[in-house]
């Protein structure tokens, strides 16, 4: 069964999208098939993969409201091993319409539950907010990533979040961890940035990733071709970090030994 992990901060402008779009095409480098789920209206990851959300007829939305099949919405994408559940505008409609539905805040998890096990993770990009969407993205969830800027108001907020994260988990989603608080748009050269850093580190220690995602050119540029920043530039310092981005991700769920089966050699075979 996959593991479901959202992208999340209502705080705009921190690079989630960009960490969905990149975790997703790294981990599906790395050979595990993951499913990229957008889930805000603004529809950045499906244009980041190279869709135009004025021609999804289908997407998050009905699986949502219209309980639509998510394997009739599921669109393969250029990335190996990487598909995606689109988004478009419709999607703004959506936390109006199931406000007073039964089973509200879990409407996605009930979506997700019938394709979890085709897939080893499910990325879910949130929208900057903390409505009724981000609700059943953190119900539906394993675990949350939380991008956090390196810049002057990069705590602002932060507590709120972690605070909706507690009570998700003691109202809706028992099992919601943290996978991990992710520095993002560190800058070398900035005194300023390094102190975020520090100061994050000091405050959530083992929470923060150990990977810290740089300010890069190329993952600014990527979007626009419709691309992942694997396939815009596999050599630039934002493929770097985001690959080992995946493989901390791996790590922590220990999905990076070898099975005893694969270490097993049939000599007949290689005689």
Do not use: W
């Not at 949350?144 to 605070?163: H, R, T």
């Not at 989603?173 to 992710?182: A, D, F, T």
């Not at 970090?241 to 097993?264: D, G, W």
């Amino acid at each position: 069964m996959g593991k479901i992990i959202s992208i999340t901060n209502q705080k705009g402008g921190v690079g989630k999208t960009t960490t969905a779009i990149n975790l997703a095409a790294c981990l599906g480098v790395l050979e595990k098939r993951v499913l990229l789920v957008d889930a805000d209206p603004q529809a950045n990851s499906t244009s980041g993969l190279g869709f135009d959300p004025k021609n999804i007829k289908m997407g998050t939305y009905e699986c949502i409201i219209n309980e639509a099949e998510p394997k009739d919405i599921i669109l393969h994408t250029d990335t190996p091993n990487v598909d995606i559940i689109p988004a478009n505008i419709d999607l703004v409609g959506a936390e109006i319409e199931i406000i007073n539905l039964p089973n509200r805040e879990k409407m996605m998890k009930l979506a997700l539950q019938k394709v979890q096990d085709d897939y080893d993770f499910i990325i879910i990009d949130c929208s900057p907010s903390l409505g009724l969407i981000t609700i059943n993205a953190l119900s539906a969830s394993d675990s949350v990533i939380v991008p956090v800027q390196c810049e002057y108001f990069a705590l602002e907020g932060l507590g709120k979040l972690l605070n909706t994260i507690k009570i998700v988990q003691s109202r809706l989603n028992p099992e919601l961890r943290i996978e991990g608080i992710l520095l993002t748009m560190y800058d070398t050269r900035l005194r300023l940035s390094n102190q975020v850093v520090d100061e994050v580190k000091t405050h959530f220690q083992d929470m923060v990733f150990d990977t810290i995602i740089q300010r890069n050119t190329k993952l600014g540029e990527a979007p626009s071709f419709g691309q992942s920043i694997l396939t815009h530039d596999a050599s630039c310092k934002g493929s770097v970090n985001y690959l080992n981005l995946a493989r901390e991700v791996l790590q922590k769920n220990n999905m990076t030994r070898i099975n005893q089966e694969e270490k097993v050699i049939d000599l007949e075979d290689e005689l």
